[in-house]
């Protein structure tokens, strides 16, 4: 028995989907998708251009609804028609638009939008104190929560993002990081994956990468869309490179090892 059957007879999902389609005028963007994601886990959710990733991650986190099929979370049948719904179940999602604010510091940033007020006025201190939390939980080399953001590394500005996406308002349960790690170099791709690796061993990770090794690196699953299609699931331990390329293709083999 291979781990994922192991995952499926051992464990629940704490989220799925159920022929989940959807269109967008002529294309069929997503297409009878079935898909499990279980707690403590790091699923890939690899696919080429348009195969249907961000799509698929805009319906779970109230961005786009689906025009057929449900999600069940945690066992029950949910309706997400917005972010605040997602929001309110745990499922956080950091995008690959940081969308962060340069000349502010790192307090400010992660309760942009979330702030705590009381009598009209900043909780500064509290936010302070909740900050330095979330740092932790990062375990950042950020130094000061009062250092601009644009001063911060690539890698650093993540976790930031990644602070303020997952570890304000809601408890997280499901995390969704779409390409975290487009446009850093090494050393600050590996500061994302590390982070990543910390956060999958506490909740349930979706990451979507264009990058196959970081997918094997991390991931204890894959799943691989093709044309809006769920073209395989594969156990990251037993899968090869060549493989995962021929899915996503849409293809039984390739032939060559430049892959
Ligand atoms: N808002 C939209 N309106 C019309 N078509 C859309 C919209 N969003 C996505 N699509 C189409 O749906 C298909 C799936 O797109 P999607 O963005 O989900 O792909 P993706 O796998 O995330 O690709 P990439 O790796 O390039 O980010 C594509 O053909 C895309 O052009
Ligand atoms: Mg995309």
Known sequence: MNSSEN???KRKPILSIRGGSKRFGGIQALDDINLDIYGNEILALLGDNGAGKSTLIKALSGAHTLDEGEILFEGKKVNISKPEDAHNLGIKTVYQ??????ILDVTTNL???SEYTRWGFLQKKKMGKEAQTVLSHLKTTIKSLHQEVRSLSGGQQHSVAIGRGVFIGHEPKLI???EPTAGLG??????????LKELGQKF??????HNLEYASEVAQRAVVLCSGRVAGVLDMAEANHNQIVSLMMGVDQV?????
């Not at 638009?97 to 340069?102: C, P, Q, V």
């Not at 032939?255 to 892959?259: A, I, L, M």
């Open 111 to 113: 309760f942009a939008g």
């Open 255 to 259: 032939v060559g090892e430049s892959v």
């Open 186 to 195: 090494v050393k600050q791709s590996r500061e994302v994956l590390r982070l």
């Open 7 to 9: 995952h499926d007879q």
């Open 204 to 209: 349930a990770v979706i990451f979507i990468t």
């Open 97 to 102: 638009d940081l969308a962060l604010f340069g």
């Open 176 to 178: 969704i990081m779409d």
